[in-house]
Structure formats: C-alpha cells, structure tokens
C-alpha cells in the first residue's frame, strides 16, 4: 500500500480553526507536578459548566433568569437568579467530574462535601462574580482556585484542606462573560486565554502566554467611597489624576481585572473606615486573581504584604486588594506605606 506523509497546510478554503482548550490541555499536561489527568480533568468540567453558564447568560433577558432569587447569600448580599444557577452548573460539573472532594462557593456559607471519595482536589468558585450588573447587560465572571487536599484521600475533608494560602495553589483561572466570552487560566506556568467560538461550541487559544505590562495608565477603582480611603491611597489617587491617567471602574473584578492585564493598569477594592478587610473575598475572588497577576509578571497585595501569603483564617474572609501592573502597585502601597508610618510616629 502507498502512503503518503501528512503535512499540515495553510489552505485558504479550510484554514486552521486553531488550538482548542481541550487539546492545548491536554500538550500541558505533563507540566502539572501531579500530571495523572485529575486537574486537566477539572479544568475540563470547570470550561463545560461554564459554556452552560455563558448560554444562562446570554439568555437571560428572555427567559425569566434574570433579576433576584429572593434570598441573601452569606455576606448578606441579594442572590441573583443567575448566582444560583451558576452555583447549581459548577458544582454538578465539579461532582460528576469526579476529582474534587470539596467546594468553597460565594454562595454557600459553608463548605460543600461533593462526597467523591476519591476526590484529590479542591475548588474554591465565585461561580458569578459582578452579578449585580446581570440585569444591565454588563460583563460578569467566575473566579476558581485548584488546591490539592493535604490529608489522605478518602478521609472526611479537614479545615486545613480548605484553609490553604493562596502560594499552594495548583490552577487559578476566570471566565469573563463579556463581548466574547473567555477562559483564562494558569497552572503556574503562565497565563493562556481562550475564547469561545459559540458555532463550534469550543474555547480557542487566543491569548497564549499573557504578560502584565510592567506599567500602565488606567485606574479602578469606586471613586464614591473615597472619603472613607487611608490618607495614603487618596495621595496616590491624586497622583494618579496628575499624570491623567483614565478612569476605568465596571464593577465588575474580572472585567476590570482582565482589561487592566492587558493593557496596563490598577484594580483596587481598599479597605476603608467603614469596611477595614474591603469587601472582596480572599478565597475565590483575591487568590485567584493574584496566582494569575503574578504568573503574568503583575503584582498582587493588600496594600502591604503579597495576597498570595495570607494565611487564611475563616471561608468567607474578605481582603483589600491592590492588583495589576507591577510598578502601580508597588507607588500605591510606597503611599500607603509612608502614611500609615506618619501615623505611627505621631
Ligand atoms: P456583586 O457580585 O454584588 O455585583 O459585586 C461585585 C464585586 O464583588 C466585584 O466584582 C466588583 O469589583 C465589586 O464588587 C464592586 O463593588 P462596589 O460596587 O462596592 O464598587
């Protein structure tokens, strides 16, 4: 029989659709310290729930999914229809999938027991973060975290596998329901992004080793609030509108996280008289979002020490959070710091 060699062409008439996410994690798999399938596995079910999601989304002015479910969650906070059901599709995707024991959600006060026996892994989700904007047709994510659990496998689920700084994650990503909708995620060898073809149904690498610029000239932040800001983040806000820089605040952590990764910039959720710890969560909001700030070359603090080294001490634990372009969070926490040193020597 005849053969011939397949070389790959560049044809005009069925060009390349590109790398899918299932397969680029599949190449990536041996880079993964465990490399047994299990995380690509959860990456898998985490990329398929949140198609379902993008679908929930796209539909809700039309099929009564939008607007409030008529309960709070634990922080007190108004739960949207779409929170529910993006809690509901994330956490059966995570359960049928089969390697995580246990989920931290925005929306549940307490930990959830998948009881998959065989379960190495746990996921920390705000499965529909920036909610209130669902309603006005504005941009909104999910955040998770990957941590591998520390005691045996098979045993009921301890504190400490939960309560795990961010450094020990394993894989962190977001999907931002925007424009288009994206995937982008990091096992700590840098930070790819995928963006869904909704006629082929599939993420597509569109986005491969995303790098932080190193400086930048937008700033987030909710300006409203600023008469309840430290002395020294209003000094470096002031700065800030010296320079001109824009003024770019969704409301909305992952679209404003996302835009300031890619064209340079500052995120900031502060802490303020009223609210000392801010109002973001440290286990599915702060944490994710540092592990791919730092992988990407960006920075990620509390205005004074790096988020990822927060030892955690409750599940629903909220943090400040400076985050994006390394040499604009290092001028914000200088201010800080310098002024709360000013305050010390008085
Ligand atoms: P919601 O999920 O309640 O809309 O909160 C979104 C969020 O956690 C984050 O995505 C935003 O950046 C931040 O809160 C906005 O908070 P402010 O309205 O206080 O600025």
């Known amino acids: 029989m005849k053969t011939k060699l397949y070389t790959p062409s560049d044809s005009t008439i069925a060009y390349s659709v590109g790398t899918t996410l299932d397969r680029f994690i599949k190449i990536k798999q041996n880079e993964f310290s465990f490399a047994s399938g299990e995380l690509s596995q959860i990456l898998r079910d985490i990329a398929l729930a949140a198609k379902i999601v993008n679908r929930e989304t796209n539909r809700a002015g039309l099929a009564n999914i939008g607007g409030a479910f ?74 998770f975290s990957i941590y591998r659990r520390v005691t045996p496998i098979g045993s009921p689920i301890q504190p400490e596998d939960i309560m ?39 993420f ?11 400086d930048g000239d937008i700033y987030s932040i909710n300006e409203g609030t600023s008469n309840l800001f430290e002395p020294g983040l209003k000094i470096y806000i002031e ?20 835009r300031n990764l890619l064209k340079g910039g500052i995120y900031i959720y502060p802490a303020t008289s009223k609210s000392p710890k801010g109002k973001l969560r440290l286990l599915y909001e702060a944490n994710a979002l540092a592990f791919i700030a730092e992988q990407a070359g960006g920075m990620a603090t509390d205005g004074f020490g790096r988020i990822l080294d927060i030892q955690p001490t409750s599940l629903h634990q909220r943090t400040p959070l400076y985050i994006g372009s390394p040499d604009m969070v290092v001028e914000a926490e200088n201010y800080l710091k310098a002024s709360q040193e000013k305050v010390a020597e008085k």
């Open 164 to 202: 795990q700084s961010g450094n020990q994650q394993v894989a962190a990503g977001y999907v931002l329901y925007g424009s288009s909708t994206m995937l982008v995620y990091t096992t700590g060898h840098g930070v790819n992004g995928f963006t869904y073809e909704p006629s082929l149904g599939e």
């Open 70 to 143: 008529g309960q709070t969650n634990v922080q007190g906070e108004e739960q949207q229809k779409l929170d529910v059901i993006a809690n509901i599709r994330f956490t059966r995707a995570l359960t049928k999938g089969g390697e995580v024991c246990a989920v931290v959600s925005e929306e549940d006060d307490e930990v959830i027991d998948l009881q998959n026996g065989s379960g190495k892994y746990v996921v920390a989700i705000d499965p529909l973060d920036g909610s209130s904007n669902i309603d006005v047709n504005i941009s909104i994510g999910t955040i």
């Open 239 to 258: 700065k800030c509108k010296e320079r001109q820089f824009s003024a770019r605040y969704i409301g909305s952590l992952v679209a404003d996280f996302h």
């Open 204 to 214: 597509f690498l569109s986005h491969p080793n995303m790098c932080a610029p190193k």
